[in-house]
């Protein structure tokens, strides 16, 4: 009984002590080779394994960085940015109009606001802004075409008399005994080159006509839906942002439209004055076709740097047809109203846009004059004006900051 509760209190016998002694352990595994074979995947046993079902070894490795595979892939892509280009460059005149039509809208913008604070409802302000759209493209048809329709007519049926006065002059006649003018002429004429070189000429210039007009027509009516659904267009662009830069975006998106539109719609205010003045001036001087060379003197304006400069040269050209002392009349009054212009009447109509540096404006618009011509010189502005809001607003605090 000793011996039981003592083995009861301390949970051993006496001969525990043997189970002690360490047992022996599990026989050592076998060690694994240095460079062992990797597993075959499953139902794919390797070459020279008795029962295998692929006798001729396992697959390789992928050709993903295969140098031909890379090549060909590279290609690929070269492929598609070429591909891509020439689509852009196909539709380059058609997006060159979408541009057009949605700066036009923008600057027209701020008068169809301007009336719906006067209590019209949106589609009747841009309804009556646009017919004032169309109504100048009707009477620049009007004032233009008649003049030119009708020297033309003039210069045809006087052609013949200054064949003949130059047959009389002395020089022509000693000239045509020299080289045979006369007689190469006559051949030219007979010979029919004349008429296919007319004929294709005046093909070309019709075609040329032709695309005006629907140019034209084309920016009117993309004008008219960008101005009727801008408002659309813009909330549509801004949910396109994260929703954590949406409300920043939204601010900065707005304040660009409200400054663009406002150097738009200032610059066609301060070409609409010019434009009236010299039809004004013109008047009193008696000079022909004013009302044409005053619309001329106005879409030149738009024209950065030298537009202003362009109709100067047009209309006093014509004064100086008149007589000596209109066309000196003209070339002062140009030079006296462009000083009016720069200092007094710009500066207080853009007041509401952004102030663009003088070497920014030139930079711009030999920029965008040598991407897209008179267009591109036209939207240069803008863009730069743009820009430099977003360098003024965005890059230039966040540098603060660092």
Request: one cysteine or more; a positive charge.
């Amino acid at each position: 009984m000793v011996k039981r509760d003592h083995i009861d209190r301390t949970g051993e016998s006496p001969d525990s002590t043997q189970s002690h002694q360490p047992a022996p352990g599990p026989a050592a595994a076998p060690r694994a080779p240095e460079n062992p074979q990797p597993a075959a995947p499953q139902g794919i046993r390797h070459a020279g394994q008795p029962d295998s079902p692929l006798p001729f070894g396992r697959p390789g490795r992928s050709l993903a960085g295969n140098p031909f595979v890379f090549g060909f892939t590279a290609a690929l892509g070269v492929l598609t940015a070429w591909l891509l280009v020439q689509a852009l460059a196909a539709i380059g005149s058609v997006l060159v109009l979408i541009v057009v039509s949605l700066f036009l809208a923008i600057g027209l913008n701020p008068a169809v606001e301007w009336l719906e604070r006067r209590g019209l409802p949106r589609p009747l302000a841009i309804s009556m802004v646009f017919a004032g759209v169309i109504a100048f493209f009707v009477g620049f048809g009007v004032a233009i075409v008649p003049p030119l329709t009708t020297q033309t007519a003039e210069f045809v049926d006087q052609f013949p008399g200054y064949i003949a006065e130059l047959q009389n002059h002395p020089r022509v006649r000693e000239l045509d005994r020299q080289y045979q003018l006369l007689e190469r002429l006559q051949q030219y004429l007979v010979s029919g080159d004349m008429g296919r070189q007319v004929f294709g000429g005046l093909l070309g210039a019709a075609g040329k006509v032709f695309s005006a007009v629907f140019s034209a027509l084309t920016v009117l009516i993309l004008t008219l839906y960008f101005l009727a659904s801008l408002r659309s267009i813009t909330q549509f662009g801004y949910r396109l942002v994260p929703a954590s830069r949406r409300t920043r975006i939204r601010l900065l998106g707005d304040e660009i439209i409200k400054r663009i539109g406002g150097y738009v719609a200032g610059n066609l205010f301060i070409s609409l004055i010019a434009g009236v003045t010299t039809f004004l001036f013109l008047s009193i001087l008696r000079v022909p076709y004013a009302l044409p060379l005053a619309i001329i003197v106005a879409i030149t304006d738009l024209i950065p740097l030298v537009g202003a400069t362009i109709g100067a040269a047009i209309v006093t050209l014509v004064g100086l047809f008149v007589s000596l002392p209109v066309g000196v009349a003209c070339l002062v009054f140009f030079i006296v109203y462009q000083q009016v212009e720069n200092y007094l009447i710009a500066p207080r109509v853009m007041l509401s846009s952004v102030e663009v540096p003088a070497a920014a404006t030139i930079v711009a618009a030999l920029i965008g004059g040598t991407l897209l011509g008179v267009v591109g010189a036209l939207l240069a502005i803008p863009v730069a004006a743009a820009v430099q809001l977003i360098l003024h607003e965005v890059t230039i605090p966040r540098q603060d900051h660092h």
